[in-house]
């Protein structure tokens, strides 16, 4: 199977996205999954293809209209919120925005390479006890 | 859940309806068809020639299946019913209701039968703060059917209703003008399903929520009844124990939840019907405490949680990468990420507790495969205790919420805001280093080792984790100690000083073995002594604590599950006759709520009520409560695998008698446990 790696010229988040996924070639969080996903991103009439193969932690992206495990539908503007962290790839399910035909658990295992949203740190400044007590009633 | 209320349900599609098959829900009134977090239908009543019905008996068949027993009329004086009427129902991507009109005369009647229908497609989270909808109603007759629609941008969600006969549909429901003949009688099948919905427009029939097929009604009681079947059985001379025990089984098929990305396979679900979703903590402890029973829902629950493994830093959802899952829900603010939970990471002893239930899972099954399969899973788990979860960079396992919106502040078991605190009622700051944690991280890293070894044929990371290990052991022995009352702090606060009040969360640490041997009796008679041991079972928070609170909710009550996990650590610590003790007090409890534990109930001293006095929750069965006894039988009759055979060790309370547990499931195949009750439990328990 022929793998195209798409770097492509202009700032494309998907693009960036899925050469990202492919460049390393190997991914922990994947390894023991075998997975095919095929994403049809429509963009008004246009629709664009990335199908992506992954097995056993090694992963493999094209742009070709292949069949896969999961068929996945979405318009442009919300996967390049998804691909960029800004959309949570679960929430955008349960609001329609994306469908997915086939496999979810392949869906599910996609998501796992998916970013955080921009502005996450992990940090958050701790809380003394007198600020607690504060907002609480004593006993 | 209020009495009269009549609940069924099948995965997380659930009916709360009244007495009489009716639902009329308010806003923030819980009643409805639910299905994946979503209210589905809050109007559906019925009249015949424009009255409504009384009840005259309503059977709960199945968990999925109720029938109403109903007459014409309000049921204020008494009535010669000419007519009766009889609904059944049943629970599946919606529910089937058969409708049933008997005439008792002589003579054909005519009747107009109807169905008022409606809903507002409410989520769970907003019954419970009663918020408003930001969406669109749409109700409509699609050919046989009447579809009431919601949309909210692309989100929609419609139901769908038809019956098997002739009817006058409309906006608000559907009619059937019917002749009666004499002494006869009039049937129709009525099928509402909860469906998806498309944002494109009107759809020609209703859509599947996300993949949950659509399951044939035999199929679910066969399903139960193979489940009881495949399960061991217990006779014992103490008759109220097979009691128990076969409702403990039961209520644990009616948890089975299926998750969209593995249908067929079920995990327990945390309580029926607000709960019924994947709850890491919850799942991964009822999975533990029925894994002598049946090992399906541990290897299902650890194949659903690694899939939901956190992989990235998320602070809205409390993620990081290892983290497992707390909650996961479906509903509209989920969708629009106004909840956290697609799904919610807060909490901070799961990630651990996975890698016991995976290493317990393994001494049980021998299932090496999906130890081997899940290697990653784990070592990411393990991975987050060092590089997640120590907030304080101090060596201990601590939380603090970074969702201050809508994330979780209590990120251990005992979740309410008041649950932590100093002797003199004082709450600490955070992050908050609870004990409970660091007894899981040290059995984590020790079970861990012991896969790492065994399985994965890594053992300079065993070695790693063991030299870790016992390096927190040491400290924790240390620095949670508190010497003037000789147990141990139930948490470090933010500034590493000891959070210093009394509670039962010293039990978890003897379950987790972090407990040093010498340290071990004094912690044993706090367990055991007035000030925790009720005569039921260990008190939440002890007697004379300035927070101690017979009814509150974690500061004084009685938790079945709690004191479940108690008696394993007695056990593990080779208390045997206090692990007696908690088997019977809790088991005895069973007997007086038939069968089925509550989540939790009061702390009153035994003697002073003679009963115990059952806490109000909203659901029930409880899972964890539905496993309590379950891991009490195993602690009771000391069962432990050792390599490929299981030990059976017992020491039960006299009041048994002769206990058999016949084919109990594992790696040796099937193996039965007989023990005998020789201990006195009741100078403790009924001092």
Known sequence: MASAKTRSATADPISEFFAGLEQPGHLATFERETATLRFDVTDGARVEHWHVAIHDGDVTVTRRQLPADAIVRIARSPFEAIVTGRLNAQAALLRGMLTCEGSMAALMTFQRSLPGPPGSTGKVAPISSAEVMAQRRPA | ?687
């Not at chain 2, 809050?42 to 709960?60: E, I, K, P, Y």
């Not at chain 2, 809205?316 to 799904?343: K, N, Q, V």
């Not at chain 2, 702090?489 to 379950?511: C, F, K, Y």
């Not at chain 2, 009685?558 to 809790?586: H, M, Q, T």
């Open chain 2, 1 to 687: 859940m209020s009495d009269g209320l009549v609940q069924i349900l099948e995965g997380n599609t659930f009916v709360v309806s009244d007495d009489k098959g009716d639902i009329e829900a308010s806003r923030t009134d819980p009643t409805g068809l639910f299905s994946f977090d979503t209210r589905f239908l809050s109007r559906w009543v019925l009249t015949v020639n424009g009255q409504r019905l009384t009840a005259l008996s309503t059977d709960d068949l199945q968990y999925f299946q109720t029938r109403f027993f109903l007459v014409p009329g309000s049921g204020s004086v008494y009535i010669d019913a000419k007519l009766s009427v009889i609904r059944e129902r049943e629970v599946a991507d919606g529910f089937h209701e058969q409708l049933r009109v008997l005439n008792h005369e002589n003579d054909p009647v005519d009747l107009e039968i109807r169905i008022e229908a409606a809903s507002d497609f409410a989520d769970l989270f907003e019954v419970k703060d009663a918020l408003r909808k930001k969406g669109q109603y749409g109700n409509g007759v699609a050919g046989d059917s009447l579809v009431l629609r919601y949309r909210r941008e692309t989100y929609v969600r419609e139901t769908w209703i038809s019956a098997s006969t002739p009817a006058l549909l409309d906006d608000k429901g559907m009619t059937f003008r019917v002749t009666v003949p004499a002494h006869g009688e009039w049937t129709t099948e009525l099928d509402v399903v909860a469906s998806e919905g498309s944002p494109e427009g009107p759809s020609d029939g209703p859509v599947g929520i996300r993949g949950q097929r659509r399951r044939v009604r035999q199929d679910l009681a066969r399903g139960l009844q193979k489940w009881l079947q495949r399960a061991p059985t217990v006779d014992c001379d103490w008759e109220p124990l097979e009691h128990i025990y076969r409702r403990c089984m039961t209520d644990l098929a009616a948890l089975r939840f299926s998750t969209l990305t593995m249908p067929g396979r079920a995990l327990p679900a945390a309580g029926l019907p607000w709960f019924m979703t994947i709850f890491g903590r919850d799942s991964i402890l009822t999975s533990l405490q029925a894994l002598p029973f049946t090992s399906e829902l541990a290897s299902t629950t650890l194949q659903a949680l690694a899939e939901r493994q956190g992989t990235r830093v998320d602070d809205f959802r409390d993620e990081d990468p290892g983290r497992i899952p707390h909650e996961m829900r479906y509903g509209e603010l989920t969708a629009f990420e106004e909840r956290p939970h697609s799904p919610y990471y807060g909490n901070a002893d799961a990630t651990m507790l996975y890698v016991v239930l995976l290493d317990e899972y393994e001494r049980w099954t021998g299932d090496t495969k999906l130890v081997r399969d899940l290697e990653h899973a784990a070592g990411a788990a393990l991975n987050w205790i060092d590089e997640y979860a120590d907030r304080q960079g101090n060596g201990y396992v601590s939380y603090q919420r970074r969702n201050a919106k809508t994330g979780l502040e209590n990120q251990c078991w005992k979740d309410s805001w008041d649950s932590i605190s100093y002797r003199n009622g004082d709450l600490p700051g955070f992050p908050r280093a609870t004990c409970e944690l660091q007894g899981y991280a040290y059995d984590a890293k020790m079970r861990g080792a012991r896969l790492a070894r065994l399985v994965w044929k890594d053992p300079a990371f065993a070695d790693r984790l063991e030299k870790e290990a016992a390096d927190l052991k040491r400290r924790f022995n240390r620095d949670f100690w508190v010497k003037d009352g000789e147990y141990f702090a139930v948490a470090l606060d933010s500034d590493g000083r000891q959070v210093d009040s009394l509670t039962s969360n010293i039990g978890h640490l003897l379950w987790s073995g972090i407990v040093d041997v010498s340290k071990a009796r004094a912690v044993v008679r706090h367990l055991m002594g007035p000030r925790l041991f009720s005569g039921w079972g260990v008190r939440t928070l002890a007697e004379g604590e300035a927070r101690y609170n017979p009814i509150g909710y974690h500061v004084g009550t009685v938790w079945p599950f709690d004191n479940s996990f108690i008696a394993w650590g007695l056990r593990r610590y080779g208390f045997k006759a206090e692990a007696a003790c908690i088997v019977a007090g809790i088991l005895e409890a069973a007997e007086v709520f038939d069968g089925r534990l509550p989540e939790a109930f009061g702390g009153y001293a035994r003697s002073s009520t003679m009963y115990p006095v059952q806490y109000p929750t909203a659901c029930s069965p409880q899972a964890w409560s539905t496993g309590a006894p379950l891991l009490l039988l195993r602690a009771g009759l000391g069962l432990e695998p050792h390599g490929d055979n299981l030990v059976v060790d017992p020491a039960l309370p006299k009041r048994i008698g002769n206990l058999e547990v016949l084919d109990l499931p594992g790696r040796w195949k099937r193996i039965d446990a007989f023990g005998r009750g020789r201990i006195d439990t009741d100078r403790v328990t009924r001092r």
